[in-house]
């Protein structure tokens, strides 16, 4: 049987099972992402288009800027959200998932401001909203974008399907 452990993460509490914790492999990943998407109530197709965009799915991802996981952390972000080991599968996409729970209330859904603040930082988005011109933003916006709504359509599309044979 799995333990749980109940976690404070930003004024969320979240209870999570730890039996899948030490395996590193995709299925096991999308498994954890699906699980705190549905605990942060966060789009689980962001949370999938964003780890495509930033890691690629490979949990030991390291940027030339120090960020690191699958889903990207930084240092101060990771410790912000309780991320102890950000090379941790469950414990990284726990940290990044909560950073984009945070996100989502701040920016009140907006989904482009949500993915700009992930990934320049939440108080230049805050400060400047979409003004903030960096090219390499607005780049990282429409690739998240194109996933995310590929990603929504090919769901939609699959649950019709389903629906349509039972």
């Not at 490979?58 to 930084?74: E, F, H, I």
């Not at 090219?135 to 990282?140: A, G, K, L, M």
């Not at 769901?155 to 629906?163: F, N």
Request: proline share 4%.
């Amino acid at each position: 049987m799995s333990s749980l452990r109940v976690l404070r993460v930003a004024g969320l509490v979240c209870v999570c099972a730890a039996a899948l914790s030490g395996q590193d492999n995709p299925t096991n990943a999308q498994r954890w992402a699906d699980h705190y998407a549905t605990i942060y109530r966060v789009p689980r197709a962001l949370v999938h288009a964003i780890i495509e965009i930033e890691s690629g799915w490979r949990p030991d991802a390291v940027s030339p800027k120090g960020a690191v996981g699958l889903m990207q952390l930084m240092p101060a972000t990771a410790a912000a959200f309780g991320v102890r080991n950000r090379y941790d599968v469950e414990q990284n996409i726990r940290g990044g998932v909560a950073y984009l729970a945070h996100l989502m209330r701040q920016f009140r859904g907006e989904l482009r401001l949500v993915v700009a603040a992930y990934f320049a930082g939440e108080s230049r988005i805050a400060a400047r909203g979409l003004w903030y011109s960096r090219p390499e933003v607005y780049h990282y916006v429409r690739r998240v974008g194109e996933l995310y709504r590929n990603r929504r359509l090919g769901t939609q599309a699959a649950s019709k399907g389903s629906r349509g044979r039972q």
